[in-house]
């Protein structure tokens, strides 16, 4: 039987949970994910789970962070002064905005406190630092 190598394209569905179980993502309401394996369109431990699977098998994958979205690093947390930020922007904690770095690079943040006198904004993925647990089911490889 067919079995899914690097370079395959599939097609997965898929839940992800934390590891207190709440449900962050799933496909089961939608078209599956399609990616072709070793090109980087999904995170690294996700790839290496499902390297070898057959259609229509299914299997439960624990993926450690650092295979998943790494540490939650502290240095790309950031407090900014209300006064650098556009006087039209009423932020609110959740929300995601976009910075603009030096070089001109856009890179999106989660506002995660807002006081009269600044804004904590960080530019981590909202997953970072989280072992992650995937039921995986190959439905096709293309």
């Known amino acids: 039987m067919v079995q899914a190598k690097p370079g395959d394209t599939v097609k997965i569905h898929y839940t992800g949970r934390l590891e207190d179980g709440t449900v962050f993502d799933s496909s089961s309401d939608r078209e599956p994910l399609e990616f072709t394996i070793n090109q980087g369109q999904v995170i690294p431990g ?3 789970a499902v390297l ?12 450690p962070m650092d295979q998943a979205y790494g540490p939650h690093r502290e240095e ?6 209300r006064e650098q930020i556009p ?6 904690v959740g929300q995601q905005l976009q910075i603009q770095q ?6 999106p943040v989660f506002v ?11 530019a981590n ?7 992650l ?3 995986i089911q190959l439905v096709e490889i293309t």
């Open 52 to 63: 070898g699977m057959t259609p229509g098998e299914s299997k439960t994958e624990k993926i």
């Open 87 to 92: 006087p039209d922007l009423n932020p609110e």
């Open 125 to 131: 993925h909202p997953l970072a630092g989280e072992d």
């Open 102 to 107: 030096a070089n001109g690079q856009s890179v």
């Open 133 to 135: 647990t995937f039921d």
């Open 112 to 122: 995660t406190d807002v006081t009269d006198a600044q804004i904590t904004l960080d």
């Open 76 to 81: 790309m947390v950031l407090e900014v002064s």
């Open 46 to 48: 996700f790839e290496e």
